[in-house]
C-alpha cells in the first residue's frame, strides 16, 4: 500500500485566545484566592499606616540627629534630650504595633494555608 493512502487527513486548526473572563468570574477568582476577603483588607491598611509611621519615624530621627549637631547650650542639650526620651517611647510603641502585626499576618497565613489544604483533601 502506498504511504499517502494511509495518512489521515487533519483540519487545520486555528488558534483562539481565551474569552477575557466576566466581572462575576473576576470577582470569583478573587474570593478564592482570599484578596477580596475584609481580613486581607484589613491587614493591607494597616501595613500602610505602618509603613506611613515609620517614615515619620524616620523624618524624625534625621531632625533629631541635625539637632543634636546644633545643640550647644545647656538648654538646648536639655531639650534635645527631651526630644529623645519622647522619640524613644514612640519607637517603642512602634515596634509593638508592629510586633502584633507580624502575629496577625502570620495568623492570616496560617489560616489560608489549613484552608487551602482542606480545599486540596476535598477534591
Same mark, same amino acid.
Given at each position: ?17 481565551? !474569552? ?7 470577582? +470569583?477568582?478573587?474570593?478564592? @484566592?482570599?484578596?477580596?476577603? /475584609? *481580613? =486581607?483588607? #484589613? ?15 524616620? !523624618? ?7 539637632? +543634636?549637631?546644633?545643640?550647644? @547650650?545647656?538648654?538646648?542639650? /536639655? *531639650? =534635645?534630650? #527631651? ?15 508592629? !510586633? ?24
Amino acid at each position: 500500500p502506498d504511504q499517502r493512502e494511509q495518512v489521515k487527513s487533519y483540519k487545520e486548526s486555528v488558534y483562539k485566545p481565551p !474569552k477575557p473572563p466576566g466581572q462575576e468570574e473576576v470577582q +470569583k477568582k478573587a474570593d478564592e @484566592t482570599g484578596t477580596a476577603d /475584609k *481580613e =486581607y483588607e #484589613r491587614l493591607r491598611q494597616q501595613e500602610e499606616t505602618l509603613t506611613r509611621e515609620r517614615n515619620a519615624l524616620t !523624618k524624625e530621627r534625621d531632625r533629631l540627629n541635625q539637632e +543634636k549637631q546644633n545643640a550647644v @547650650t545647656p538648654q538646648q542639650i /536639655k *531639650e =534635645y534630650n #527631651r526630644s529623645i526620651v519622647d522619640f524613644n517611647a514612640r519607637i517603642q510603641a512602634f515596634e509593638e504595633k508592629q !510586633k502584633l502585626f507580624a502575629a496577625e499576618v502570620e495568623k492570616y497565613n496560617a489560616e489560608k494555608k489549613a484552608q487551602e489544604k482542606t480545599k486540596q483533601n476535598e477534591q
